[in-house]
Nanobody, 121 residues
Framework: QLQASGGGLVQAGGSLRLSCVAS????????MAWFRQAPGKERAFVAG????????IYADSVKGRFTISRDNTKNMVYLQMNSLKPEDTAVYYC????????????????WGQGTQVTVSS
């Protein structure tokens, strides 16, 4: 039900915008989040946005550089990533849940397929 896109190869300091589209349900009632997983590492929380007030939370490592947003009319969630660093290289996943708004991946029911982000130094 979720499909992420927008990844690619970018130089350090560059920007990318990831998109996540939901189908088959009303994304507007889902709490949404982005996670990332680098090779050999666990899946880690990046940013989240709740459905009711648009409240956002971020991992410390991306605060001030990444912005999560949503457009419920288009069933879309976005992750604007600026000032990218090589350590941001990972597969990025969007996730959603109707009840949970958390930073742990186990709390989310629905997942997109992931999109690769590679930041070169």
């Amino acid at each position: 039900q979720l499909q992420a896109s927008g990844g690619g190869l970018v130089q350090a300091g560059g920007s990318l915008r990831l998109s996540c589209v939901a189908s088959g349900d009303i994304l507007g009632r889902y709490n949404m989040a982005w996670f990332r997983q680098a090779p050999g590492k666990e899946r880690a929380f990046v940013a989240g946005i709740n459905w009711s007030y648009g409240y956002t939370i971020y991992a410390d490592s991306v605060k001030g550089r990444f912005t999560i947003s949503r457009d419920n009319t288009k069933n879309m969630v976005y992750l604007q990533m600026n000032s990218l660093k090589p350590e941001d290289t990972a597969v990025y996943y969007c996730a959603g849940d109707r009840e949970e708004f958390a930073t742990t991946p186990q709390k989310y029911t629905y997942w997109g397929q992931g999109t690769q982000v590679t930041v070169s130094s």
